[in-house]
């Protein structure tokens, strides 16, 4: 699978290889992600953020006391960034030759369909941690697979968030479009994701030469993995 099939976007504004809409990225805030990260990692951790978007979880780990190097395919959404060092590549070719305490996967990147892709991925993780540092990813949580369904879901701040088109193309993926209003505009992105059960993932791991160590706080959409 290529990520051309594998995710789509739509809407005004530039939208990146992987579907996603940079405008609206730009609009979101955190709901509580930086403080959880933060409790599970070293005080002043440095931080590898690998799909870092337009900064909305980069810019409160900078504010908690983090040195923050923010990683993204897209200059449009880098350009968003203040404060911490970015660098415009993807995951699979990042070659940075350093360590970090701390390499960030999140927004459920390792999901993707395409397992030689997530392999990459994974490689990335290990090839940029410290050999005494972590790698914290994030999943929906296995369970979740067999039970989402198209919802509408409308925020105080007039922003509507739609799941439509959900079909399960095979038993460990899923399909679905989501939909973003704000006033006028309307931005979708088509997706297709894998459930990773701990198994699946655990033995993904390995193959990059990292083993799972728990999760963060007990939300296993929250994995926490170590070098091996």
């Known amino acids: ?30 709901k509580g992600e930086p403080e959880h ?10 931080i590898l953020e690998l ?28 350009s968003h960034i203040r404060g911490a060092e970015t660098v415009c590549s993807s995951i699979q070719s990042l070659a940075l030759h350093r360590k970090f305490d701390v390499v960030l996967l999140m927004s459920f990147v390792v999901e993707t369909a395409d397992d030689g892709l997530r392999q990459a991925f ?13 790698v ?18 409308a925020g105080d701040d007039g922003r509507v968030v739609r799941m439509t088109e959900v079909s399960r193309p095979e038993p460990h993926l899923l399909h679905a479009t989501m939909e973003y209003t ?8 088509s997706f297709v994701s894998r459930r990773l059960d701990d198994d699946f993932l655990e033995a993904a791991l390995g193959e990059a030469g990292l083993t799972m160590s728990g999760f963060l706080n007990g939300d296993r959409g929250w994995v926490r993995a170590v070098p091996r």
Not at 182 to 189: F, I
């Open 1 to 30: 699978m290529t990520s051309r099939r594998l995710y789509h976007g739509t809407g005004p504004g530039t939208i990146t290889p992987d579907g996603c809409a940079v405008d609206h990225y730009a609009m979101l805030t955190p």
């Open 37 to 46: 990260i933060h409790a599970a990692i070293p005080e002043g951790a440095s």
């Open 51 to 78: 799909g870092s978007g337009t900064g909305r979880i980069t810019h409160s780990l900078l504010a908690l006391g983090h040195e923050v190097v923010a990683v993204d395919e897209s200059p449009e959404m880098l």
């Open 122 to 134: 994974l490689r990335a993780c290990r090839e940029h941690v410290a050999d005494d540092g972590c």
């Open 136 to 153: 914290i990813l994030q999943r929906q949580p296995p369970e979740w697979y067999d039970t989402i369904q198209p919802f509408e879901r």
């Open 182 to 189: 704000v006033g006028e505009r309307k931005w979708t992105h």
